[in-house]
């Protein structure tokens, strides 16, 4: 399992003022009894989710994914990463998805081995439809980031899959602390 929180770079310099956090978590599977029987049930979560809409400009967002590609923990030492981050990619149609997996796949194993400072790489497919996909990164510093998102890797998928994406958005985060990269086996 993995908890991963992330404030949005907008507010890095106050998390008191985030209207919304990043909670990037892995369970075994979308049915998984470890969040929507235990998790979302616990003490903890029930005081959260009593405080959260309050201060939250949305109510909790859970969208399920399917790994595709990367790694979680590069170097396996659990470092605390500078920012990350989140890209939501909505593709034309189902087959233009598959293209678009297929090229996360390749971007992978052109970055895994490369040192850009990634800690983290992640591809995901939607279980929620047959058209999302999603990058995940954490990265050691900004100027990781600035390197990575202008790198020849990144430009090549972003040509290769110009064609079947519908829309993209990308986010920056900041970690607020809290959470843990793995945990158990």
Not at 51 to 58: D, E, F, L, R
Request: hydrophobic fraction near 40%; aromatic fraction near 10%.
């Amino acid at each position: 399992m993995t908890y991963y929180f992330g404030i949005p770079l907008t507010y890095a310099h106050d998390f008191s003022k985030t209207t919304s956090v990043l909670a990037f978590e892995v369970y075994g599977c979308r049915e998984h009894k470890d969040l929507y029987e235990t998790h979302l049930n616990s003490p903890a979560m029930g005081k959260f989710l009593s405080i959260v809409p309050g201060h939250t400009t949305t109510d909790l967002d859970l969208s399920h994914y399917e790994a595709v590609a990367g790694f979680l923990d590069r170097e396996g030492d659990k470092q605390e990463c500078a920012i990350m981050l989140d890209i939501r990619i909505a593709c034309k149609c189902a087959a233009a998805r598959a293209e678009v997996v297929k090229n996360m796949q390749g971007l992978t194993s052109a970055v895994k081995g490369a040192e850009l400072g990634l800690l983290t790489f992640m591809a995901f497919s939607s279980l929620d439809n047959d058209i999302n996909a999603r990058l995940f990164v954490r990265l050691a510093s900004t100027e990781a980031l600035e390197r990575f998102v202008r790198g020849q890797d990144m430009l090549v998928f972003w040509r290769q899959c110009r064609e079947d994406i519908a829309s993209m958005e990308s986010r920056s985060y900041v970690p607020n602390g809290k959470g843990w990269l793995h945990r158990g086996t």
